[in-house]
Structures are given as structure tokens and as C-alpha cells.
């Protein structure tokens, strides 16, 4: 039984996750632990955050279809290998060692962090408002591999995917984001379904995290529209540095050496 002051802590965590990952990725970094810390199995916790990113997605996704920046035909191109690489990726999602893909990510973090500095402009403006009629085939195969990963964890994987789309595609920070959204909702329906089969989730503290993350979706979608890619950009650097710094194991020490 879960003790009734974790009900509001795990909303605001969920509006935080839901307005990150929304604008980048990520978001996952506080409402994975937290579901943990309430005692939940790492698996089933796992496998329940998956609930709150089908409903932040939803959100975001509709906001963005509504404000015309969807590419929809692109969404789905790209969206169905990470659908099929997603059940792949839910169904090995306890075979993995999860030490050793942190810190592999957090080497690629830092890496996505130098290519979104030194490539800004390509963030900011774009190339393109939708997806060539012939998608590079190469495009197909990252995709399916992010839905591998994202049906493994989940954690990160909406920065994979702008780097993806902003320079394997074309389009600005904004437009990868309405993309991204549409992708990770696509491929979460997938995953969800992977995981209800194998009774990991629990519903009652999904559906409290969803709350919090609908609101912050919705809010983030918002700003992306009104505030323009500028601000967009700066804030998926500041979490992809801070991502980076995380899955390193850096912020641990760094928390460690000033509590003393």
C-alpha cells in the first residue's frame, strides 16, 4: 500500500517527465526511480512507466497534429519499424544488463550533445517540413534499433530519435518533435501490450504518473509551438547534457561530494 503523500509527489514527477520528454527525452530519469522507490520491481516498474508515455504521447501528438507541424505520413513511415522493434525490445527487456547500457548511452549522449552544439542551424531552421517519398533505407534500420531500445527501457530514447530526424531527415527541432511524439506513441501501444501479457504492470500507479504527464505534455506542447525552436533547442541541450552526466554515473558523485 502505497502511503497517500507519494500520490501528488508521483503526478509532479509525471508533469516533469511529460513536458521533457515532450521537448526532448529523458523524462524517464525521474519517474523510473520513483516507481522503484515506492516498491515497485525494477521490471514492473519498468514495464509501468510505459503507461504514463502512452498518455503524455497522446497528448502531445494530438496538440501538435491540431497546430499543423505533423508530419503524419513520416510519423507512420518511421513509426512502424520502431513498432516491430519494439516488441523485440519489450520481450528481451530483462535479458540485458543495465549497468552496462548506461554507461553506453551516456558516451552517446555526450557524443549527441557535440553534434547538436556544433550543428545548430540545422536544428533551428531545417531542411524539410516532411518526409521524402523514398526514405533512406539506413533511416528504416535506426529506427527499427531505437524501437528495440525503446521497448527495452525507454530511458533516452526521445533524444535518439530527434538526433535522428532533425539529421537524417531534415527537419527542425520543432517539427522532429511532433514526429518523435507520434513514433513513441505508436510504439508504446506495442510495448504495453508486450508487457500486460506478462501481468508487469501496475495500472493504478501508471495511471496516477499518466495525470501528472498528460498536463506536462500538453504545456510542452504549447510552448514548442508559441515559444519557436530557439528555446526548444536550448532546452534538449540542457537535458542531453544533463542525460549524458546521469547515465555516466557523474551527478551520483558530484551529489555524493557536496553532501560530504
Known amino acids: ?53 502512452l498518455f503524455q504521447n497522446a497528448v502531445s501528438t494530438t496538440s501538435f497534429q491540431r497546430s499543423r507541424v505533423l508530419d503524419v505520413r513520416g510519423a507512420i513511415i518511421l513509426g512502424i519499424p520502431a513498432v516491430i522493434g519494439s516488441v523485440i525490445g519489450a520481450l528481451i527487456a530483462v535479458s540485458l544488463n543495465e549497468l552496462i547500457m548506461r554507461r553506453a548511452i551516456g558516451v552517446i549522449m555526450v557524443l549527441m550533445a557535440v553534434m547538436i552544439i556544433f550543428k545548430s542551424d540545422q536544428w533551428i531552421n531545417g ?9 533512406d533505407w539506413k533511416l528504416i534500420l535506426i529506427m ?6 525503446g521497448g527495452f527501457i525507454q530511458l533516452g530514447v526521445g533524444v535518439f530519435i530527434l538526433v535522428s530526424l532533425v539529421l537524417g531527415v531534415g527537419y527542425d527541432v520543432i517539427r522532429a518533435n511532433a514526429v518523435k511524439t507520434a513514433i513513441i506513441f505508436l510504439y508504446t501501444i506495442a510495448a504495453l501490450l508486450v508487457f500486460q501479457g506478462s501481468g ?25 509551438i508559441h515559444w519557436g525552436t530557439k528555446w526548444v533547442y536550448r532546452i534538449l541541450l540542457l537535458v542531453v547534457i544533463y542525460s549524458a552526466l546521469d547515465f555516466l554515473g557523474i551527478t551520483g558523485v558530484i551529489v555524493n561530494l557536496i553532501s560530504g
Not at 504527464?213 to 510542452?220: D, I, K, T
Open 1 to 53: 500500500m502505497v502511503d497517500w503523500y507519494f500520490y501528488p509527489l508521483m503526478i509532479t514527477a509525471g508533469f516533469a517527465a511529460g513536458f521533457i520528454n515532450t521537448l526532448a527525452g529523458s523524462g524517464s530519469i525521474l519517474t523510473l526511480p520513483l516507481l522503484m522507490f515506492i516498491g515497485l520491481p525494477a521490471n514492473v516498474a519498468n514495464a509501468t512507466n510505459r503507461v504514463a508515455i
Open 127 to 135: 531542411r524539410i517540413t516532411e518526409i521524402p517519398h523514398k526514405p
Open 144 to 149: 527499427f534499433a531505437i524501437g528495440i531500445y
Open 200 to 224: 508487469k504492470i501496475n495500472w493504478p500507479m501508471g495511471l496516477v504518473v499518466a495525470i501528472g504527464s498528460m498536463a506536462g505534455a500538453w504545456v510542452a506542447a504549447r510552448f514548442a
